[in-house]
């Protein structure tokens, strides 16, 4: 059964769009939920959420965590060709080591 | 930045071969680190810990046997695919986090195996 479950799967839109990308979790003993951005290679790092409420914010790129209602969303503003890639979501739970779950993913496409 | 690299980039080989897949944490040492398994369009799945002096631990469904792991410095991990199969054709990637902050993990570029 998934715990993490990011939505939409895929994305399109044209550039200077703006996007919202969804992340919702289940998880016993949540520690934080981490967005990662993955080109070519591997996943780059983006953000890491351990409190409700409190904006995370790099550039065009922000995100918000629920603790509440288990979910996160990312946004980039004024999209740009550069940010088609996808979007990775994952939690990391206390007692487990480091180890974090991903979700699916998102596959964001921007069109000039 | 922190940085990990992963050697090789690619490999190619024949069934039946072992391939050996290194993973370095360049700038930190990294008592623990990650690998991971990506098929194509899916997403990244936790095959293992590598744990620096003592057994990685695998996750469910991952055959230990298959895929050695060790941990042999604080900035050293190799993972050997053996006996390869076409079906361990795959995208393979390490990540370590910092002793700091454990949450950030750095990733490796990934190794592209295909097995024929």
């Known amino acids: 059964e998934d715990k993490v479950v990011q939505s939409p799967l895929s994305l399109v839109v044209h550039e200077g769009d703006t996007v919202t990308l969804n992340c919702s979790y289940e998880v016993t003993n949540f520690r934080s939920l981490l967005w990662y951005k993955q080109e070519k290679k591997a996943p780059t790092f983006l953000f890491m959420l351990?409190?409700?409420?409190i904006e995370k914010k790099s550039g065009r790129l922000s995100s918000i965590l629920d603790k509440k209602e288990l979910f996160s969303i990312l946004n980039i503003t004024a999209t740009q060709t550069g940010d088609s890639a996808i979007y990775l979501c994952?939690?990391?739970?206390?007692?487990?080591?480091?180890?974090?779950?991903f979700g699916k993913g998102t596959r964001l496409h921007i069109l000039p | 930045g922190a940085v990990v690299s992963q050697h090789p980039s690619w490999v190619i080989c024949k069934s039946g071969t072992s391939v050996k897949i290194e993973c370095r944490s360049l700038d930190f040492q990294a008592t623990t680190m990650f690998w991971y398994r990506q098929f194509p369009k899916q997403s990244l799945m936790l095959m293992a810990t590598s744990n620096e002096g003592s057994k990685a631990t695998y996750e469910q469904g991952v055959e230990k046997d298959k895929f050695l792991i060790n941990h042999a410095s604080l900035t050293l991990s190799t993972l050997t695919v053996t006996s390869a199969h076409p079906e361990d054709s795959s995208f393979y990637i390490c990540?370590?986090?910092?002793?700091?902050?454990?949450?950030?993990?750095?990733f490796g570029p990934g190794t592209r195996l295909l097995v024929l």
């Open positions: 351990t409190s409700s409420g």
């Open positions: 994952a939690v990391g739970e206390m007692n487990r080591d480091d180890k974090i779950i």
């Open positions: 990540s370590a986090p910092l002793a700091v902050v454990m949450e950030t993990q750095y």
